[in-house]
């Protein structure tokens, strides 16, 4: 299989290669396990995939805690009547479900990132960078 070579659209050097590939060569992990990255492999990085969701993990300790909280409150009040204490496990709880409602408004904008990144992972794997001058440009395959 033959590579194909481009020329740089910025200084039309024909020393290029795909990001992909410049980053691979550009990234060595040394005896201790520290990542060096060289200046082409940096510009040549592929687009960094967005943070999972918490929900799953907030919900799970919603549907733990809350509900002991909730016991604890009560044997508070049925101990010490009409105190302060009792207060303290109500709002541990009202924080946990301000959390849980608003990781269910991130899931969304999560799931719009992913498909975001995606998109840009799929241009990532046209895109060449000419080693000579760090132009980096989108190569259009025509059949």
């Known amino acids: ?15 290029t290669q795909k990001c992909s590939i410049a980053y691979q060569q550009g ?17 040549a990085a592929p687009p960094t995939a967005p943070a999972p969701s918490r929900f799953k993990f907030i919900l799970a300790i ?14 508070l009040f049925m101990l010490e009547g009409i105190s302060v204490a009792p ?18 408004g991130r899931r969304t904008h999560i799931a719009a ?12 794997q046209r895109l060449w960078i000419c080693r000579d001058c760090g132009h980096i440009y989108e190569v259009v395959e025509s059949n």
């Open 87 to 104: 207060a303290v496990p109500l709002l541990i709880s009202g924080y946990l479900f301000y959390l849980l409602v608003r990781s269910m």
């Open 1 to 15: 299989m033959k590579v194909k070579k481009y020329r740089c659209q910025k200084c039309g050097a024909s020393n």
């Open 62 to 75: 919603c549907l733990l805690a809350v509900p002991i909280l909730l016991l604890i409150a009560v044997v």
């Open 113 to 124: 990132l992913k498909k975001e990144y995606e998109q840009d992972l799929d241009l990532y």
């Open 27 to 43: 990234v060595s992990t040394g005896f201790r396990g520290e990542t060096s990255i060289s200046g082409i492999a940096r510009l």
